[in-house]
């Protein structure tokens, strides 16, 4: 594998972890594209033609919008991921809009591309059901807790969740951002962040929130981060570092014996 390869992969911990076969599958037709906050990567309804890999610190998000203007998150994607059709063959309909919340580097590459080299490696395939799995997980526990936790604990959940994805204790989020993405009303939120901000949990800035103790915010935080953060290192083999931050996926060892049986079944073949 090319070093402009190597690099290529770099910013993307899904990507990262494949072997070099598996890159070499995906390589020739990822491109990189710059995304700013906003970009909207596909919408409700729309084709989804596309599998976009966020890199570095570039967070995206898919929503669901309702038709009074109101909408809500049901997921956060960034490094550690894909947005798209991760799981369908592509071109399907899609059931939200994926909307780019922090701006930055993203790979893109044909859905049909990749349904092709799933198609033709165990091992990928492996990596990416596990990853849809997780994503599924996050989806759903974020359902649950809407449905059945205060808006503090929403909030604080998100928080976490996006600064597992970019790693730094500084989030640039705006008023406006988190009231979107938790579906309420900003008066309300505000009151939310002086209480958090109170509690000496966040400090609130011009368009940007800090999280204060990354401790002391997991333990007031209800358990839906901590059981979606478990389901990734389990099933998908994420490392995680003492502040949260995603740091690598490391393929469970059932997807390095796929490899292994693949392999021998195609020299099995060439010896016929």
Not at 79 to 92: F, H, K, T
Not at 175 to 191: F, I, K, S
Request: hydrophobic letters at 40%.
């Amino acid at each position: 594998m090319s070093s402009a390869f190597d690099s290529l992969f770099e910013g993307n911990l899904l990507l990262k972890a494949l072997h070099d076969d598996d890159r070499a599958l995906l390589g020739p037709h990822l491109e990189r594209h710059h995304y700013a906050k906003g970009d909207t990567l596909f919408s409700a309804g729309s084709a989804v033609s596309a599998i976009s890999f966020p890199c570095e610190q570039t967070v995206a998000t898919l929503v669901i919008a309702m038709q009074d203007g109101r909408s809500a998150e049901t997921a956060t994607i960034g490094r550690e991921g894909a947005v798209g059709g991760v799981v369908s063959n592509g071109c399907l309909p899609a059931s939200t809009h994926a909307v780019v919340q922090i701006g930055g580097p993203v790979l893109r590459m044909e859905a049909t591309r990749l349904q092709e080299a799933k198609r033709r490696s165990a091992t990928l395939r492996n990596l990416f059901t596990r990853y849809s799995d997780c994503l599924l997980a996050q989806v759903l526990q974020s359902v649950a807790c809407n449905a059945l936790h205060p808006i503090e604990a929403r909030c604080l959940r998100w928080l976490l969740t996006l600064q597992d994805r970019i790693g730094a204790d500084t989030l640039p989020i705006t008023h406006e951002l988190l009231a979107a993405m938790l579906g309420v009303q900003r008066t309300y939120l505000t009151r939310i962040r002086r209480t958090l901000q109170q509690q000496g949990l966040i400090e609130v800035g011009r368009g940007r929130i800090t999280i204060l103790n990354r401790t002391s915010l997991e333990n007031a935080a209800c358990e839906c981060h901590g059981n979606v953060k478990r389901h990734f290192e389990t099933v998908l083999g994420a490392v995680y570092g003492p502040k949260g931050h995603l740091l690598k996926v490391r393929p469970p060892e059932d997807a390095r014996e796929a490899r292994s049986l693949a392999l021998a079944s195609m020299t099995e073949k060439a010896d016929r």
